[in-house]
């Protein structure tokens, strides 16, 4: 029996994307396996979080709930100990780029669905050195995608070192929805008016390219005199003083939506209702948003940088996020253009069919079963 403990601190209580990935992972890991036992362990806040859909047992540990003093504990000898003590025989670190134990790795599997090149320039040179021998103390890396496996090579981390396995998508909530002729889409507490773009992300960093989807939003609004609207779905981050700055001075302020944090299984009925889904965000790792939107029925418009072309395929409509004439000329198209906005309904449901999380599980146990003790 293989005792495999997870690493759950880094993942912002299920609110950000690593959160879903690892909420969507663990709920999809087989709760009784002859081969492999699962516990998780992390903040006494999250013991429910990522342990409602499986079962699996959840060790707390007694630290403050704020990133330096997680960061503390797995730098220093506290995971050592922790580790020790429960005698895992394998140990998933999925928040490498926030929460990894640089010195002390017990068999340990870095998952990566992050750019780490991009969280890498804000840190200081010994936690990049430091992060650096961390990797290369691990078992096995395991990226989001191949954009990522290129990353981390350039970062001097040996290819033979890493393993590509996708991330998947939940088809039991992100799926086409009927929804007729309604006027607006009725999301607690929100009541959005229809019609509307959706462009779901944290107001982070100007990566995400907020700034730039206002500006295409006045100019597609200029050139087309449609009601529609634009709904930004994200909690504030870093970036959100910015957003909120160029949404209150635009001249279409009135018709710009920030719904600030939103729950992930909501994005499905936001995403229903839209009439297309922009994501202009550019060094993605994953894009995982753009295989939920494909997945409900509705059109994409994305940045054609990062891992979205790989995620995406022939599905999307890509521009160029640094364009805002670009991006506006994208949503005018999928408005006026019936043949095109059907054509890409199609290909985009085939395409996110190609991702499920039950495919990613029996990777990762595949290659938990291959490295053994």
Not at 46 to 56: A, I, M, P, Q, Y
Not at 188 to 217: Q, V
């Amino acid at each position: 029996m293989i005792k495999v403990g997870i690493d759950t601190f880094g993942c912002d209580h299920g609110r950000s994307g690593l959160g879903s990935c690892l909420f969507y992972l663990t709920s999809n890991l087989p709760s009784t396996d002859k081969d492999i036992q699962f516990e998780l362990f992390g903040s006494e806040t999250d013991r429910f979080t990522f342990t409602s859909n499986n079962g699996f047992s959840y060790q707390a540990v007694n630290i403050a709930d704020n990133p330096k003093a997680e960061q503390s504990w797995h730098h220093r000898s506290g995971i050592k100990f922790f580790v020790m003590m429960n005698a895992y025989d394998l140990v998933i670190y999925p928040a490498v780029s926030k929460v990894f134990p640089f010195t002390f790795i017990k068999n340990g599997i870095a998952l990566v669905n992050t750019v780490l090149s991009s969280s890498i320039e804000k840190m200081n040179f010994i936690h990049k050195k430091l992060l650096k021998h961390g990797l290369s103390k691990v078992k096995l890396i395991i990226a989001g995608t191949e954009y990522i496996k290129k990353d981390l090579t350039k970062l001097g981390i040996p290819e033979e070192k890493i393993r590509v396995i996708y991330n998947g998508i939940d088809h039991k909530i992100f799926f086409p929805k009927p929804i007729d002729d309604e006027e607006a889409v009725e999301v607690s507490p929100f009541s959005i008016k229809r019609p509307y773009f959706i462009y779901g992300s944290k107001l982070s960093d100007k990566n995400k390219k907020h700034l730039e989807l206002i500006k295409a939003f006045e100019i597609f609004k200029k050139n087309t005199g449609l009601p529609h609207r634009l709904v930004l779905a994200g909690e504030d981050g870093d970036f959100s003083k910015e957003i909120h700055d160029a949404v209150f001075k635009s001249e279409f302020a009135s018709d710009i939506f920030l719904t600030g944090f939103f729950p992930h299984e909501s994005f499905a009925t936001l995403y229903t209702g839209a009439e297309a889904c922009i994501f202009p965000a550019v060094n993605e790792g994953i894009g995982l948003p753009v295989l939920e939107a494909m997945a409900c029925g509705i059109p994409v418009l994305c940045s054609k940088s990062g891992a979205l072309k790989e995620v995406g395929g022939h599905a999307p409509l890509y521009f160029n996020s640094d364009k805002p004439e670009e991006i506006a000329s994208s949503m005018q198209r999928i408005i006026e253009d019936k043949e095109l906005r059907i054509r890409m309904v199609d290909l985009g449901l085939v395409q996110a069919g190609k991702f499920n999380w039950n495919t990613t599980v029996q990777e990762l146990i595949g290659v938990i079963k291959e490295i053994g003790v």
